[in-house]
């Protein structure tokens, strides 16, 4: 027996596709037999499976736990939770060897698919697509693995409260938090934490359902955030905190409605763990502020600018030992006293205990931050074929010897590019046919003359900055 994936399944991070379409019962088998095979090649035999909220992800969850027991390996079952829960049932085992959540993240809610951790580091890139030449070759281990549920949730809640210790139980009490699920798996993990806390707590969407009627649950969308506004100045609450579909993202707001975007919320957990940990390494992806790099180096820590995507920064964690990490989209990483994965429910739970132990508000931390003006992400359909070879030709015309002189390029991740202005970025998607652009400046006139430049390159290249393409 041999399978072929969908040419548009097997993505840079993760596996993902359109339920009917271009992933189903069949793909997942053929994930779990060869997941486990090559689990098993690398001594490991364990698996702990969990899956979200989305209508399709007990059918898929089905077929993939067929396929791991098939190829011999054991599966815990820990049921419907966040991604985060099944990274920690992975983390916090003894005995378990890989992890596999059933996730569509922050998709449409007629996508799913699946998130993958390895004898303790992410699954992606080059081990991605082993699986689907193993799959075309059917070489596949077999066996007969066993299969037992475990509930983890309790044990995750009690371990996501240790982020509080040592905080004084009267700062906490005077709490008033919002909290806003948006219908994601993380809704039942909010419910029994909140219960737990010290505070005042409103929670907005906890009821878990896959076609998503509220909102969608993507905190990096504004437009998804104006629920937990109106529910922050209804109530006059200190701040609000929102949760993407499987809980590995946070998005936040202050008192005032403010947005606080991913490199601001890792400018307040630098400050706090910096006060902690002097001289520490913080990562970036290159889509963070440059007041972000510039605040960690000011604090004593050692910036460092990496590429975007969880799995990549994940393991430039490991490989630099940062106790700290994040990303624009809102993956937070702590590894300071934590398991270094990004966990949504515990980057809220820090943001309380950083502004405790800060002895400011979060809206007063909000406030301090320098005001830049910046485009979002602006993303744009460039074919395939393409997107990468435009990102080089950039590159090349800009070490050129007509290039602007009082420019520095960074090309870590696409193309960074330091002007007096500020910068800008232009970056290959690694999971769509898009090209995705930032820019930032001091001042407006600053960052037109930055879109100017991106225009400029594009053009170079035969391309425009046309239609805006969607997540």
């Known amino acids: 027996m041999s399978h072929i994936f969908d040419s548009t399944t097997l993505r840079e991070y993760d596996i993902r596709g359109i339920i009917g379409e271009t992933l189903g019962a069949d793909d997942a088998r053929a994930i779990g037999r060869g997941f486990a095979t090559m689990l098993r090649e690398a001594g490991g035999k364990k698996v702990a499976v969990g899956y979200d909220g989305r209508l399709s992800s007990p059918m898929l969850e089905h077929a993939l736990i067929e396929g791991l027991t098939a190829s011999g390996c054991d599966v815990v079952q820990v049921g419907m939770g966040p991604t985060p829960m099944l990274y920690y049932a992975e983390a916090s085992a003894e005995q378990v060897d890989g992890g596999i959540q059933i996730t569509g993240s922050h998709n449409p809610a007629n996508y799913n698919g699946f998130k993958m951790v390895f004898m303790g580091r992410p699954f992606f890139g080059e081990d991605i697509l082993e699986i689907g030449r193993r799959a075309q070759a059917g070489k596949w281990a077999d066996g007969s693995g ?21 905080i004084d139980h009267e700062t906490l009490a005077g709490l008033r938090i919002g909290w806003d699920a948006g219908n994601g798996a993380a809704g039942p993990a909010l419910e029994a934490l909140t219960a737990r806390l010290p505070g005042e707590h409103h929670l907005l969407y906890t009821e878990v359902d896959g076609s998503f009627p509220n909102h969608h649950p993507d905190p990096t969308d504004p437009a998804n955030l104006e629920d937990l506004k109106r529910l922050v100045a209804d109530k006059n609450l200190d701040f609000g905190v929102a949760f993407d579909g499987d809980g590995d993202r946070i998005g936040a707001i202050d008192s005032q409605g403010r947005i606080i975007w991913g490199d601001q919320l890792l400018m307040i957990f630098a400050e706090d763990l910096l006060a902690r940990m002097p001289g520490a390494t913080v ?83 909000r406030g301090a931050m320098p005001a830049m003006v910046n485009t979002p992400e602006l993303r744009f359909q460039v074919d395939e074929s393409r997107k990468f070879a435009a990102i080089e030709e950039v590159k090349q015309r800009l070490a050129g010897t007509d290039a602007p002189k009082d420019i520095s390029v960074d090309g870590t991740d696409g193309v960074r590019v330091t002007t007096p202005d500020g910068w800008w970025l232009l970056r290959a998607s690694n999971t769509q046919d898009v090209l995705v652009a930032r820019a930032e400046s001091e001042n407006q006139a600053g960052l037109d003359r930055l879109l100017a430049q991106i225009d400029e390159q594009l053009a170079a290249s035969g391309l425009e900055r046309g239609e805006q393409a969607g997540h």
Do not use: C, N
């Open 146 to 166: 066993t299969v037992e549920t475990r509930e983890v949730l309790g044990e995750y809640i009690e371990r996501l409260l240790v982020g509080l210790e040592g």
């Open 283 to 365: 990562i970036a992806d290159v889509k963070a502020s440059r007041a972000l790099f510039e605040r960690v180096s000011e604090l004593g820590g050692q910036p460092l600018m990496w590429k975007t995507g969880h799995s990549l920064i994940k393991s430039k964690m490991k490989e630099t030992h940062a106790p700290l990490a994040g990303e624009m989209s809102g993956h937070v990483f702590f590894a300071d006293t934590y398991y270094g994965y990004d966990d949504a429910l515990y980057a809220a739970i820090r943001l309380i205990a950083a502004s405790a132990r800060l002895g400011k508000s979060v809206t007063e931390l």
